[in-house]
């Protein structure tokens, strides 16, 4: 998969750098004739010499300022697009798909391997281009100034090769590994982070260190394996050239003696040794940094390969009024896991359902269904007769406001998370009358920023039931046809609760919405319309709590084991 362009600005930057490369290439020659001159005089021949100099380095710095700026700019643009390219789809992978990561662990793919991707762009692959041209611009010049010399000089690249080769080898596999142990380390860091509190209330920090001690230690000893490659490269190739340069030095002084060599071109073939260092240590590093390229590139394109959720657009016309949500014969299961086996349901607009069962029965996992979190193995369900196939998830998924059992509030302000997701303008007396209903107003009231009040990381300034009301204040705001609870008021005194579920009531009558109510509190869920009781995987009765109570044995089981929970 192609992730990096190569751009005219990119050409035109490598371009301009090769320009100043090949510039580089004439100083020595005017060096040489410089030395070569029988006599100097301030005017003249040198003063021209000295002026050329003078007009090439000028030029050359012009020139390789220009050509950084295009080259890095172009690096920057591109991996802005890769970087929304990858926000993009992120966001539409498959709750699925998250259940099975670690969230710090793609932040870490998302972030270092871009960078990865970017160096190579910015850095290698015009350090190479310009590099080889200046190796092979040396090389003419020099053959043409002495081939004895410069064969000589060519000892350079296989002594180079001698050390990089395979070394080489051994840092590409290790610069692998460090990417992926980099992405765990931000894993595990960005975790115990986030879950700072219950770190320090198990007194779990001694675990935790020795968790993340185990991916620092992880990274610190690959990256001692890469110091002591670099520590013996840079030496080994500093002394080798040493020796080169002597070897040149040594042979060209004695050639200057015999009189077949002039001193001038002496003076240039060390100015071009010199000169080609740097590019042939580039030259030989493109192998291990494309290695690493390739890498990245396969991780970033794994996520990028990932099939997204369905993003089908078709909206479908759905008649106003009253609306029947139906489940016919629902199964599901996580990975080998089934959760739901030909699950029944109804719930109509204006109705208050509740989804009961002991915990772990499927409850949370039926709402994520019904929202199209997760695709059905099998079975139906409908909106009206019309599958929710043929909605789009967009569209399917704004027929549905759901609050979670999870904390769902955002970094940002009391507004931000009021009008998350919220595709009109809400005007401000529409948020206050929301955190009315939810008793917030007066809390709100005298934060001294109001709404725009901010709440710190996932609402830290919120206690557990302000978060609570807060996401039900949000949900209320959607223009929705069911509202799902999912143990959305479990934080909450029994008096607020109810004041809550009595503004609920006179919500859904005035929006002639349903509501979906997941809930242990037997006084939340006993004045449902119809109470779907789930046991085996499955429905095994519906109806009223007194219906139930009167038929079913294991209901009336459940509710007595919750009393006595409640009142212990
Ligand atoms: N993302 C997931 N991947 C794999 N298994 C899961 C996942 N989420 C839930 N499960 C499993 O599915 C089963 C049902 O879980 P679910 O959360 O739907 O139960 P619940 O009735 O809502 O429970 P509770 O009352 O405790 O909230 C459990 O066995 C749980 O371990």
């Known amino acids: 998969m192609k992730l990096l362009r190569i751009t005219p600005r990119l050409l035109g930057g490598i371009l301009l750098s090769i320009i100043a490369s090949l510039l580089n290439l004439g100083l020595p020659l005017l060096v040489r004739h410089f030395i070569n001159l029988k006599q100097f005089a301030w005017s003249g021949l040198s003063k021209k010499v000295l002026l050329l100099g003078g007009l090439i380095l000028i030029g050359n710095l012009l020139i390789s300022t220009l050509s950084d700026y295009l080259i890095s700019s172009e690096g920057d643009r591109q991996v802005r697009q890769l970087r929304l390219r990858l926000q993009k789809q992120v966001l539409r992978l498959p709750q699925k798909y998250f259940d099975q990561q670690i969230s710090g662990n793609l932040t870490s793919r998302i972030i270092n391997d871009v960078n990865v991707l ?3 762009l910015t850095e290698t692959i015009p350090a190479t281009v310009t590099g080889s041209l200046t190796i092979l611009g040396t090389m003419l010049i020099t053959f043409s100034l002495d081939w004895k010399l410069t064969l000589l000089m060519l000892l350079v690249f296989p002594i180079d ?6 070394l080489g080898k051994i840092s ?20 115990s982070i986030k879950q700072i509190k219950t770190v320090k209330l198990n007194n779990a920090e001694s675990d935790v260190l020795a968790k993340n001690t185990r991916e620092i230690n992880q990274l610190f000893s690959l990256s001692l394996k890469a110091d002591r490659i670099t520590a013996m490269i840079g030496p080994l190739q500093s002394m080798l050239s040493f020796c080169l340069i002597m070897a040149v030095v040594l042979y060209g002084a004695i050639r200057v003696k015999t009189g077949s060599l002039s001193t001038g071109t002496l003076g240039a073939f060390m100015m071009y040794f010199f000169q080609i260092i740097g590019p042939i240590n580039n030259v030989a590093l493109f192998y291990s940094d494309r290695k690493q390229m390739l890498g990245a590139t396969r991780k970033i394109s794994e996520i990028i390969g990932e099939a997204a959720e369905d993003q089908a657009k078709g909206q479908q016309v759905l008649e106003q009024g009253s609306s029947l949500l139906k489940l016919d014969q629902v199964s599901f299961a996580y990975q080998d896991l089934p959760v739901l086996e030909k699950v029944n349901l109804a719930a109509r607009s204006g109705e208050k359902i509740a989804l009961v069962g002991a915990t772990g029965a499927g409850k949370s996992t039926l709402a994520n269904v019904i929202t199209r979190l997760y695709p059905l193995d099998a079975g139906r369900i409908s ?4 599958a929710s196939t043929d909605f789009s998830l967009r569209q399917w998924r704004g027929f549905f406001s759901v609050v979670l059992q999870e904390n769902t509030v955002i970094s940002g302000s009391i507004r931000d998370n009021l009008t998350l997701g919220l595709n009109r303008k809400a005007p401000d007396q529409e948020l206050w009358e929301a955190l009315a209903m939810v008793r917030l107003e007066e809390y709100v009231k005298k934060l001294p920023k109001g709404l725009d009040s901010l709440l710190g990381e996932s609402g830290a300034r919120l206690s557990g039931g302000q978060r609570q009301r807060l996401q039900i204040a949000r949900a209320c705001l959607r223009d929705f046809k069911f509202l799902i609870l999912d143990e959305a008021t479990s934080s909450l005194d029994a008096d607020t609760e109810k004041i809550i579920m009595t503004a609920l009531d006179q919500l859904r009558r005035t929006k002639n919405c349903g509501q979906i109510t997941i809930a242990h509190r037997l006084a939340t869920i006993v004045n449902s319309d119809r109470i779907y009781f789930i046991k085996n995987k499955t429905v095994i009765a519906s109806g009223s709590h007194d219906e139930l109570m009167e038929q079913v044995p294991d209901y009336r089981r459940y509710v007595h084991e919750q009393q006595v929970r409640e009142k212990s």
């Not at 909106?383 to 019309?386: A, D, E, M, R, T």
């Open 161 to 166: 090769g001698l050390v990089t080769v395979p």
């Open 172 to 191: 590409e596999v290790i610069a692998d590994q460090s990417q992926s142990s980099l992405a765990a380390l931000t894993g595990v860091t960005s975790e």
């Open 118 to 120: 970017r160096s190579f």
């Open 383 to 386: 909106l009206n007769g019309q």
